[in-house]
C-alpha cells in the first residue's frame, strides 16, 4: 500500500497535466488542434476575406492591414499576397491590393458560409453570442460547396446573419443593407440596429453585455463629450463614443421607441397586452413562446410566482405557463392605459 | 386480407409512405390519427377508443413513443395512432415534425384533434393548423367535466358551426362521448360527412399578397391538391421537408391521389422543371418577406382562435369552484408554505416506500430464495452439475433477488408518485425548484426525474422525456445516476449499521446509521447539481434550450386506472428489463466462482489482480470484482461479496457454495464476516460512496442509449460518476490514511 502522501502527489500532478492538456480554449490539445488547423489554405483565404472587407466599403487593402489582421510580420503578409496574385485571386491597384472577379467571386462564398454558420449557431444552438464569430471562423473552411447549400437550405436561405450583416446568395448576390452608425444620429434622433459589429470581439461583448440586440428601437439622449447616452427598451446606456459607429441602426421616428414595460414588471393580479417579442429572443426559444400564443395583442395576466420568486405562472391564452424572468423580460408590452382593442 | 382489399380508399404511393411511417398495412380498413396539444387527455381518449387492444413501440428512427391501436365500428375496422402531443406542427422539434409528417405523408383517413375544453383558445393553434393540412377532421372536445368544474362552457355545436368540421363533446374519464365520437369518426371516414373547414385567411395584407403568389404557382404545377395554401406557407418558411417532397415528385403523387377518381386514373407525375418552378416562385417570395414572417402567421392563427373562442365560450359561470384551483395553487407554491409542503409530501412518499416496501420484500425473499430455490436445486440434480449450477444457482438465483429487492418498493413508490402527476402537483413542484436548477443549467422538471431516479434510474432517464428542450434533457439523463436508486439503498443501510453505527455506543448507532444514509443520499443531490453545472459549461454548451413549463389544472386522480397505468408501464416494464440483465449477470458470477485455473477459481485470480487497485482507494479486490460482475444490477452487489469473500477467505459453513450468493441473517453477522476478511470502518465508507458515484447498472446504460440515440453521451454517462467516484474514494482513502496517523 503505498504512502497516502506520495499517493495524493502523484494524483496532484497527473490532475495538473490533465487540465493543462485537455483544458477547452488554453489547453495543449486545443492549441495543437488550432495550429494543425492553419494550413495554407486556410491562411490565405483568410487573407482573402480580408482583402474583401477591406475594399467593400470602398477602402484600401494593404500589406500592413493584412499583417495586422492576421496577426503575422509583413513579410508573411506580402507573401500571402504574392500568392494570391499568382492565383489569379488579386491584384495590384495603386498603392493597395485590389480582388479580381475571380476573387471576389470566391470571397463572397466564404463570407456565405461564414455568415450561415453564424446563423445556425444562433437559431439552432444555444451557443453564446459572443462564440458565434469564432466559432464560425473555425468551420468555415471545412465545409464543401454542396455542405453549405445544404445548411442553405435546412435553415431556410436566410437573408441576415444574427449581426445583421447580408448574407450573398449562391450567385454572389448581397441583399440591401441601409443604415448608418451610431454616431451619426444627433441627439433626440431614434433608429432601429440592424447589425452591430462582430470585430474586435471585446466591443461585441461589450455591447452584448449591455443587452443591444437587432431590432431594437433606441433613441440617442445626449452626446457628451466622449460618451454617448441612449435609451433602448426602457433602459439608458452609456456607450463610449469609440464604439457607438460599432452599431449600425435605421433611422426611425423617436416616439416609436418608448417601450419601457416588459413582463417582468408585472405584478400578480396585473394584466398587460404584448407589443412584441425582443429580438434578443431567437431560435428555439421564440418558436416555443409563440406556439403557447405570446404574440402582438395578447393579454397575458400574471398569476402567482413561485416559492423561490422565479419563475412565475402568467395566464396566457387560457393557460397557465411559467415563465422565468429572463424570458418574462423579452416580452414586451403596451404601455399601461392602452386602448382596448376592437374585436377582430 | 390482402393489403388491396384492405387499404380500399388507398391509391399507389400510399402504402409506401406508410411503410416508411412505420404502419403495417394489413387488417385495417380506415387509418386514424389522433393529435392534440400535451396533457389534453389524449392517452384517456385513445385508450377509450381502443381498449387493450394497443401496443406502444417508437417511431421509425425517433425516440418518440408511440402507441397504435385497433376498434370496430360498424362492422370495419379502425386502426387509430397516436401522435406526440405538440402546440403546433410548424415543425420545430421532433415530437412536431413526427405528427406532421404523419398528418401529410401518411394521409390518415381522418384526424382527430384533442382540445382541453378548460384551455380551448391555446388549444385551437394546432386545431387550426391540422385544418390547413386535411379536410378529415373531427375535433374531439375534451375534459367537458373539467370545464364545469372550472364554470367554462363550450358550446360545440357552435364550434362546429366555426371550424366547419364535426366537434364531440366528451369526458374521456368518465366515458361520455366516446360512442359518439367513433360514429363521427365513422361518417367523416365513409364520406358520409363533407367537412368544409374553415381556414385562416385573415393575415396582414403583405404576408397574404406573398402567400398568394406561391400558392398560385403550387396550384399551376399540382392542380387538385387540396392543401396547396399550407404547402404555400410551408415553402415561404422554407420547411425543407416539404421543399424536398416538391422536388422529388412526392407532393405531385399526393395531389394525384386527392383528385377524384377516374375510370383511367393515372398519378399525373410531377416533372422536375414543375417541382422547380414553385421552388423559384418560393424562393422569390421569401426575398421579399419580412423578417418577423413567422410571427405575423403566429398572430394571425391566434387572432382566429381568439374571435372562435369569444364566439363559443362563456366563463365564470361558477366563481367557488374555481378558487379551489387558486387556493390550491396559493397553498403550494407560496414563500412560507412552498418548500415545508413539498419536502413532506415527498418525504411522506419516500417513507411510505422504504416502510412499505419491507415486509413484502422478506416475504418475497423467503419465497423464491429460500423455498423456490432448493426446490430447484433438487429438481436439477438430474442435470450435469455445471449447468444446474449456471442455472438454478446463477440464472436463477440472480433473477429471484433483482425481483424480491425492486419489485415492493417500485410497486410502491411509482403509483405513489403517478397520483401526484396525475393530480396535477409535480409541475409546481418543477415551478417551485426552477430557480435552483437554473443556475446548475438545468430545468425544474429535473427535479421530478431526479425523484424518479430515485426508485429507478432507469425510469427516471424514460421521465426525462417530460423535458422536452434538448440541452436540459441531457443533463437530466447524464446526471440521473447520482439518484440513489432503490437497489442500492439495502446496501448503504446494511454498510452504515455495520461499519459506521458500531463506531458510536449503541444507543447512537441508529441514528448515526441513519444520518449516514441521509447524508450520502444529499451528496448525490449536490453531485448532481455539480456535474450539472459542469456539463453544461463544458460538452453540452452548444446544445440548443427552450425553457418551457406549462401548469395544467388540478385534476382529481383515477385510483385504479393510476395503479394500472403505473403498475404496467413503469413498474413491471422496467422490471422486466431488469430481469433480462440480471439472468446473464447470474451465470457470469457462478463461472467466475467455479471455473478454475491453475489452483484457484477463476474469481480468485481477479479477486487478486484487482487488489492493489482497490486497496488503494481504500475497498478491496473482493468489491472491485463485485462491481464488475454486478453491472447489471446493483441488488445483487451484497451477496456477491458476501460470496466472494468467503471464496477467497476460504471460510468454511458459511455460505451456499462456490459461486452461489447468499445473504446473512443479521448484521452482526456480516460484520463479524467481513471483518475477518479485513474490512475497516474506512473500507465501510468508501463503499457507500462507490455505491453511489458509480457506473449506471447495464438496464439504465442500454435505456440511456435508446433515449439519446447516441453512442457519445452513452459513454459519457458511465465515465462521468466511475470518475467521480474514483476520485472521491481514492481522495478520502488518502486523507483518512493520513488521519490515522502517518
Known sequence: ?344 | MTAATACRTCAPGREEALVQLGVSTGRWDYLVALAGNPNTGKSTVFNALTGLRQHTGNWPGKTVTRAEGVFASHGRRVKLVDLPGTYSLQAGSTDEEVARDFILFGRPDVTVVVLDATRLERNLNLALQVLEITDRVVICLNLMDEARRHGIAVDPVALGRELGVPVVATSARRGEGVDALRQAIHDVATGAVQPRPFRVTRHDPAVEALVGEVREAVEAAFPGLPNARWVALRLLNADERVEEAVRSGELARLAGLAAPATAAATVPAGTPADGAAVLAAASAARWKLQPDFHDRLTQGIYGAAERITRAVQLTGLRRARFDLDRTLDRLLTSRVTGFPVMLLLLGVVFWLTIAGANVPSALLADLLIDRVHPLLRAAAAGLPWWLGGILVDGVYLATAWVVSVMLPPMAIFFPLFTLLEDFGYLPRVAFNLDALFRRAGAHGKQALTMCMGFGCNAAGVVATRIIDSPRERLVAILTNNFSLCNGRWPTQILVASVFLGSLVPAAFAGLVSAGAVVGITLLGVAAMFASSWLLTRTVLRGEATSFSLELPPYRPPRLLQTLYTSLVDRTLIVLWRAVVFAAPAGAVIWLVGNVRAGGASLAEHLVGWLDPLGVLIGLNGVILLAYVVAIPANEIVIPTVLMLTVLTQGVAGVGAGAGVMFELESAAQVGELLRGAGWTALTGLNLMLFSLLHNPCSTTIYTIYRETGSVKWTVVSVLLPLALGFTATFLVAQAWRIAAGG
Open chain 1, 1 to 344: 500500500m503505498p504512502d497516502p502522501r506520495t499517493a495524493l502527489l502523484v494524483f496532484a500532478l497527473v490532475a495538473g497535466v490533465l487540465l493543462l492538456v485537455a483544458w477547452p480554449r488554453r489547453g495543449l490539445v486545443a492549441r495543437v488542434r488550432r495550429l494543425r488547423r492553419l494550413t495554407e489554405r486556410v491562411r490565405l483565404e483568410d487573407a482573402l476575406k480580408h482583402l474583401y472587407h477591406a475594399t467593400a466599403a470602398g477602402g484600401l487593402a494593404t500589406a500592413d492591414g493584412l499583417a495586422g489582421a492576421l496577426q503575422v510580420p509583413r513579410a508573411r503578409a506580402l507573401d500571402l499576397l504574392a500568392r494570391l496574385e499568382a492565383r489569379g485571386l488579386a491584384r495590384a491597384d495603386g498603392a493597395g491590393v485590389a480582388l479580381t472577379d475571380e476573387g471576389r467571386a470566391y470571397a463572397l462564398r466564404l463570407v456565405r458560409t461564414h455568415r450561415l454558420l453564424e446563423h445556425f449557431l444562433a437559431d439552432r444552438t444555444g451557443v453564446q453570442p459572443a462564440e458565434w464569430h469564432d466559432l464560425a471562423e473555425e468551420r468555415e473552411h471545412e465545409m464543401t460547396g454542396a455542405q453549405v447549400e445544404a445548411l442553405a437550405a435546412r435553415l431556410g436561405q436566410p437573408r441576415y446573419d444574427p449581426h445583421g450583416d447580408p448574407i450573398p446568395t449562391a450567385t454572389g448576390e448581397l441583399p440591401a443593407h441601409d443604415g448608418v452608425p451610431l454616431s451619426a444620429l444627433a441627439a433626440g434622433e431614434g433608429g432601429t440596429i440592424v447589425h452591430i459589429e462582430d470585430e474586435p470581439r471585446e466591443v461585441f461583448e461589450r455591447l452584448q453585455r449591455e443587452g443591444l440586440a437587432l431590432g431594437q428601437l433606441l433613441v440617442v439622449r445626449e452626446l457628451a463629450g466622449s460618451a454617448v447616452e441612449v435609451e433602448v427598451e426602457g433602459r439608458v446606456l452609456t456607450l463610449p463614443r469609440v464604439i457607438a459607429p460599432a452599431v449600425t441602426v435605421v433611422r426611425r421616428p423617436a416616439e416609436r421607441t418608448m417601450s419601457p414595460r416588459t413582463l417582468a414588471a408585472l405584478r400578480p393580479g396585473e394584466t398587460g397586452r404584448v407589443a412584441r417579442l425582443s429580438a434578443a429572443c431567437h431560435g428555439a426559444q421564440r418558436r416555443r413562446l409563440l406556439d403557447l400564443g405570446v404574440v402582438p395583442g395578447t393579454d397575458v395576466t400574471a398569476e402567482f410566482a413561485s416559492a423561490a420568486g422565479d419563475p412565475v405562472a402568467y395566464r396566457v391564452r387560457g393557460a397557465l405557463v411559467a415563465l422565468r424572468r429572463q424570458q418574462a423580460a423579452w416580452i414586451e408590452l403596451e404601455p399601461a392605459g392602452a386602448p382596448p382593442r376592437e374585436a377582430a
